[in-house]
């Protein structure tokens, strides 16, 4: 019988005895870095989703022990932030409280489950000993200028009452809390980010093993725009405006020019603007909407004439209105635009809406013309539609453009470009969508930031042996939303003599996002315990980059981004000594509830791991769960599919219980499992591979398998399964762990099929081919072919002088 309780509990305790899953620091055999995403341990535990990547990531663990790499399967703990916070705070438990008895309970959870984790390597970035070096990487940005304060107004979430960067959000609105984002100006730290922007962008094409999709998010993020700097002198002014613009081909259209509402320009341009009230007003009125909410194709243009301020188009020398609007953002470009409403959406519907002159510059290519093919007739019928429709947005010939008239846009971009350059009045630009990393929050639970802020030098670094700067204990941690953090309140812990002169200095008091934590964990795994240095160097260069990487897609632009990015950073400081951190990814499928829903509290649909693991076990849970689709889908719970791997598994036992030593032949099916399983762990394919070694069951149940063979096909059970197969490796009177074992290889020449074609000749003449055994004798052959009705056409009566045989391959028969 399959008492998977009575063998859970005996294996857990073998393993921990003999320290099974201790990693060790033998250098001198090849390695394997595997790794998790590690969780933030909430309140309300695991569900059965949670543990689905670190299922697979265990069962290729497994694999590579048994295969001789020195594997690394560490677990640990994002305590930091946000959601430890807000939990803390619903339920008036201290967070450090709430967290330990969290981290308790997840860790509680993990170990039924059977994972490989080497707990010796836990690592809580609450952890002073842990955020030490989180501390020292912000010390060390900030020595070389990438952290800076900035006053720039930030995404401010009023429920959570912090500042957010652009990655915290979704749709404009709170990733935590859902609440709408406003625009709030307040002093913050920001990370240079945007100084990697080109080299994250460029490194993704060493990422060959990365998914594409995640890829294609990282690049899209980034955002690179290869485009022009042109400067439009204002007509009755010392001034000019600088605009940003990818398309510098369409310039004889642009009829107005257009700043953002919060461009620096414009207090300067105040005393010569006519309508300053109104001005003033409409600014006032955009300052709390978000970017999303103002640059929405959709959303109805807003903006307001400077009156007595006209800027000078270069090229066409007219003198042009200018305008303030709310769809220009101040962060992307410089701040401002050329607006050519033939050729651009917003330009568009904004002339329109302001009777602004719409001049079109540029026809479809003209091919459109010239036909020469179907092709090009239907190409030519879809652009004159463009046409037709007012707006054409695409590339083309240039028409209404003076001596440019009748070049290509990329022709026409390129000599319009030098001419700017030439007149020192523009010049090519790239520009990235990326933007600098908001990193402080006005927060308790974070990493306090190591800076000492002093009236006569400023902002000086903690001196790196004070590290850590301990998170105080405080009775109220609530945020104030004023935008100072609650340290701010504690004065004995602020007030501190400057590092540098001495004199009276300030501790900061915002602590930084979760984000940060998180961004180089996987390092301290190799290294935990070190006190001297982040990570030493020998280790450093032995276990990185991470072989493999699993976690969710959610991920794919904020902590992949932060992450490669501090690696870098660490890179450039002759810490890591790897361009990328993470070099194989895969993103695990969400499970669903068995309602096809979202887990969640809210639909009751949530499924606990644990009352799973008690009614079926803890292997069973895992077989289904890497059983139920392609790793990356999401599926839905099906609770008869977890009882039918129950049963297969309890098949299983019982074949195993009566299975008889006995010796047989090579078993040619037992093989290709092996090669099948191997490929299908190597590749992420789980779900076949479970599929695979229920077919081989099935076949194989009623016939005689060898000791040998049996104890290879519990192997490829193993990683899935741990304990049944750890259980059944011992029954059959294996010595010592199965997990010490040596994976199975397939044997080369027994993954051909059992039967091959035979070419059958007669007189060197091929009258037929015949499916045979793929050992069939010359003998047996030749009596097929007497046998076979063409054989007996041909050979029926006649005298065979000669019989040529090739096995595997042909029977060549030579009669008089
Ligand atoms: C004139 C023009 C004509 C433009 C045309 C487009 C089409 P990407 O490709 O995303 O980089 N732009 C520049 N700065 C902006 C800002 N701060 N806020 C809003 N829009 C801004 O987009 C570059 C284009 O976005 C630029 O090229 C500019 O409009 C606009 F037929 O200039 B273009
Ligand atoms: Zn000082």
Same mark, same amino acid.
């Given at each position: 019988m399959f008492?998977?309780?009575k063998?859970?509990?005996?294996?857990?305790?073998?393993?921990?005895?003999s320290?099974?899953y201790?990693?060790?620091?033998?250098?001198d055999k090849p390695?394997?870095?595997?790794?998790?995403?590690?969780p933030?341990p909430?309140g309300?535990?695991?569900?059965?989703g949670h543990?689905k990547?670190?299922?697979?990531?265990d069962i290729?663990?497994?694999?590579?022990?048994?295969?001789g790499?020195n594997?690394?399967?560490?677990?640990?703990?994002d305590?930091f932030?946000l959601p430890?916070?807000?939990y803390a705070?619903k339920t008036k438990t201290?967070p450090?409280?709430? &967290?330990? %008895?969290?981290? /308790?309970h997840?860790? =509680?959870? +993990?170990e039924? @489950?059977g994972?490989?984790?080497?707990w010796s390597?836990?690592?809580?970035?609450?952890d002073?000993?842990?955020y030490?070096w989180?501390?020292?990487?912000?010390l060390?940005?900030f020595?070389?200028?990438l952290?800076?304060?900035?006053?720039?107004?930030?995404n401010w979430?009023?429920?959570?009452?912090?500042g957010?960067?652009n990655?915290?959000l979704?749709?404009?609105?709170?990733?935590r809390?859902?609440?709408?984002?406003e625009?709030?100006?307040?002093?913050q730290? &920001?990370? %240079?980010?945007? /100084?990697y922007?080109? =080299?994250? +962008?460029?490194d @993704?094409k060493?990422?060959?093993?990365?998914?594409?999709?995640?890829?294609?998010?990282?690049?899209?993020?980034?955002?690179?725009?290869?485009g022009?700097?042109v400067?439009?002198?204002?007509?009755?002014?010392k001034?000019s405006?600088?605009?940003?613009t990818t398309?510098?081909d369409t310039?004889y259209?642009c009829?107005y020019?257009?700043l953002?509402?919060?461009?620096?320009?414009?207090?300067?341009l105040l005393?010569?603007i006519k309508?300053q009230k109104?001005?003033q007003?409409?600014?006032e009125h955009t300052?709390k909407?978000?970017? +999303?909410l103002?640059?929405?194709?959709?959303k109805?243009?807003t903006?307001?004439?400077?009156?007595?301020?006209s800027a000078l188009?270069?090229?066409?020398?007219?003198?042009?209105p200018?305008?303030?609007?709310?769809?220009?953002?101040?962060s992307?470009?410089?701040?401002?635009?050329?607006?050519v409403?033939?050729?651009?959406e917003?330009?568009?519907s904004f002339a329109?809406?302001y009777?602004?002159?719409?001049r079109?510059t540029?026809?479809p290519?003209?091919l459109a013309?010239?036909?020469r093919?179907?092709?090009?007739?239907?190409?030519g019928?879809?652009h004159?539609l463009?046409v037709?429709?007012?707006?054409y947005?695409?590339?083309?010939?240039?028409?209404?453009?003076d001596?440019?008239?009748?070049v290509?846009?990329?022709?026409?971009r390129?000599?319009?470009?030098?001419?700017?350059t030439?007149?020192?009045?523009?010049e090519?630009k790239?520009?990235y969508?990326l933007?600098?990393?908001?990193?402080?929050?006005?927060?308790y639970?974070?990493?306090p930031?190591?800076?000492?802020?002093c009236?006569?030098c400023g902002?000086v670094?903690?001196p790196?042996?004070?590290?850590?700067?301990?998170?105080?204990?405080?009775?109220?941690y609530?945020?104030?939303g004023?935008?100072?953090?609650?340290?701010a309140a504690?004065?004995?812990?602020?007030t501190i003599?400057c590092?540098?002169?001495?004199?009276p200095?300030?501790?900061e008091?915002?602590?930084?996002p979760?984000?940060?934590?998180?961004?180089?964990?996987?390092l301290r795994?190799?290294?935990p315990?070190?006190i001297?240095?982040?990570i030493?160097q020998?280790k450093?260069?032995?276990?990185l980059?991470?072989?493999?990487?699993?976690?969710?897609?959610?991920h794919?632009t904020?902590?992949?981004?932060?992450a490669r990015?501090?690696h870098?950073?660490?890179?450039?400081?002759?810490v890591?000594?790897?361009?990328?951190?993470f070099?194989?990814?895969?993103h695990v499928g969400l499970?669903?509830?068995?309602d096809?829903?979202k887990?969640?509290k809210?639909?009751?649909?949530?499924?606990n791991p644990?009352?799973?693991i008690?009614?079926?076990?803890a292997?069973t849970?895992?077989?289904?769960?890497?059983?139920?689709?392609p790793?990356?889908n999401s599926?839905?719970?099906s609770?008869?599919?977890?009882?039918?791997?129950?049963?297969?598994l309890?098949r299983?036992?019982?074949?195993f219980s009566?299975?008889?030593?006995?010796?047989?032949?090579?078993?040619?099916s037992?093989?290709k499992?092996?090669?099948?399983?191997?490929d299908?762990i190597?590749?992420?394919?789980f779900?076949?591979a479970v599929?695979t070694?229920?077919i081989?069951?099935?076949e194989?149940?009623?016939?005689e398998?060898?000791k040998?063979?049996a104890?290879s096909f519990?192997?490829?059970?193993?990683?899935?399964?741990?304990f049944?197969a750890e259980?059944?490796?011992?029954r059959?009177?294996?010595?010592?762990?199965?997990?010490t074992?040596?994976w199975?290889?397939?044997?080369k020449?027994l993954?051909q099929?059992a039967?091959i074609t035979?070419v059958?000749?007669?007189n060197s003449?091929v009258r037929?081919?015949?499916?045979?055994?793929?050992?069939?004798?010359k003998?047996?052959?030749?009596a097929?072919a007497?046998?076979c009705e063409?054989g007996?056409?041909w050979?029926?009566g006649k005298n065979?002088k000669?019989?040529?045989?090739v096995?595997?391959?042909?029977?060549?028969?030579i009669?008089?």
């Amino acid at each position: 019988m399959f008492d998977h309780k009575k063998i859970e509990e005996k294996w857990k305790k073998k393993w921990s005895e003999s320290e099974l899953y201790k990693t060790s620091e033998n250098q001198d055999k090849p390695k394997q870095y595997i790794l998790d995403m590690f969780p933030y341990p909430s309140g309300e535990g695991l569900h059965v989703g949670h543990p689905k990547g670190y299922i697979a990531t265990d069962i290729v663990s497994r694999m590579r022990m048994m295969q001789g790499f020195n594997v690394l399967h560490p677990m640990g703990w994002d305590a930091f932030g946000l959601p430890a916070e807000n939990y803390a705070l619903k339920t008036k438990t201290h967070p450090k409280t709430a &967290v330990k %008895k969290n981290i /308790e309970h997840f860790k =509680q959870q +993990l170990e039924k @489950i059977g994972f490989t984790y080497d707990w010796s390597r836990e690592i809580n970035t609450t952890d002073p000993k842990y955020y030490r070096w989180t501390q020292w990487c912000f010390l060390q940005m900030f020595k070389k200028g990438l952290a800076y304060e900035s006053y720039e107004p930030i995404n401010w979430c009023p429920s959570c009452k912090t500042g957010l960067a652009n990655e915290d959000l979704e749709g404009g609105r709170c990733e935590r809390c859902d609440s709408e984002i406003e625009r709030k100006p307040m002093r913050q730290w &920001v990370i %240079k980010i945007t /100084e990697y922007a080109e =080299q994250l +962008l460029q490194d @993704i094409k060493q990422l060959t093993e990365w998914e594409d999709s995640i890829k294609d998010m990282q690049r899209a993020w980034i955002g690179r725009s290869e485009g022009t700097l042109v400067k439009f002198p204002i007509s009755n002014f010392k001034f000019s405006i600088e605009v940003f613009t990818t398309r510098l081909d369409t310039i004889y259209g642009c009829t107005y020019v257009v700043l953002a509402p919060e461009h620096e320009l414009i207090s300067t341009l105040l005393p010569e603007i006519k309508n300053q009230k109104e001005v003033q007003k409409y600014i006032e009125h955009t300052k709390k909407k978000t970017d +999303l909410l103002r640059t929405g194709i959709q959303k109805e243009k807003t903006g307001i004439r400077l009156e007595g301020v006209s800027a000078l188009n270069p090229f066409t020398q007219e003198e042009i209105p200018v305008f303030i609007a709310d769809y220009v953002l101040g962060s992307y470009g410089t701040g401002a635009v050329m607006a050519v409403p033939a050729h651009d959406e917003r330009d568009f519907s904004f002339a329109k809406k302001y009777n602004l002159p719409i001049r079109k510059t540029i026809t479809p290519p003209a091919l459109a013309v010239f036909p020469r093919n179907a092709n090009d007739i239907a190409a030519g019928a879809a652009h004159e539609l463009r046409v037709e429709s007012e707006c054409y947005t695409l590339e083309g010939d240039l028409v209404n453009s003076d001596h440019y008239s009748g070049v290509s846009s990329q022709k026409a971009r390129e000599k319009m470009t030098e001419w700017l350059t030439q007149q020192g009045i523009g010049e090519k630009k790239v520009t990235y969508r990326l933007r600098d990393w908001v990193f402080s929050r006005q927060r308790y639970w974070g990493e306090p930031i190591p800076i000492i802020h002093c009236e006569t030098c400023g902002p000086v670094g903690v001196p790196e042996d004070q590290l850590p700067v301990l998170l105080p204990e405080i009775e109220h941690y609530e945020p104030t939303g004023t935008g100072e953090s609650p340290l701010a309140a504690i004065t004995e812990w602020v007030t501190i003599p400057c590092p540098s002169c001495k004199g009276p200095g300030k501790r900061e008091t915002n602590t930084m996002p979760q984000w940060a934590g998180s961004s180089w964990y996987y390092l301290r795994y190799c290294d935990p315990d070190n006190i001297k240095t982040l990570i030493d160097q020998k280790k450093e260069t032995y276990w990185l980059p991470v072989d493999l990487y699993v976690g969710g897609a959610e991920h794919a632009t904020r902590h992949l981004i932060y992450a490669r990015f501090w690696h870098k950073f660490l890179k450039s400081i002759g810490v890591v000594s790897t361009d990328e951190p993470f070099k194989r990814l895969y993103h695990v499928g969400l499970i669903m509830g068995e309602d096809n829903r979202k887990m969640s509290k809210r639909w009751g649909n949530v499924i606990n791991p644990d009352e799973i693991i008690g009614r079926f076990g803890a292997d069973t849970l895992r077989m289904y769960e890497m059983f139920m689709g392609p790793f990356s889908n999401s599926t839905s719970w099906s609770t008869d599919g977890l009882v039918g791997v129950r049963r297969f598994l309890e098949r299983v036992d019982n074949w195993f219980s009566e299975l008889k030593n006995i010796k047989s032949q090579p078993n040619p099916s037992l093989h290709k499992t092996i090669q099948k399983v191997t490929d299908d762990i190597e590749n992420f394919h789980f779900n076949t591979a479970v599929s695979t070694l229920m077919i081989f069951v099935n076949e194989t149940r009623t016939k005689e398998l060898s000791k040998e063979d049996a104890s290879s096909f519990i192997k490829l059970l193993a990683p899935f399964c741990p304990f049944l197969a750890e259980e059944l490796y011992e029954r059959l009177g294996n010595q010592g762990s199965i997990f010490t074992s040596t994976w199975p290889v397939a044997d080369k020449n027994l993954l051909q099929d059992a039967h091959i074609t035979l070419v059958i000749q007669i007189n060197s003449k091929v009258r037929e081919t015949l499916t045979v055994d793929v050992n069939i004798s010359k003998e047996d052959a030749l009596a097929l072919a007497k046998n076979c009705e063409i054989g007996k056409k041909w050979l029926d009566g006649k005298n065979i002088k000669n019989v040529i045989f090739v096995p595997k391959k042909l029977l060549n028969i030579i009669t008089d």
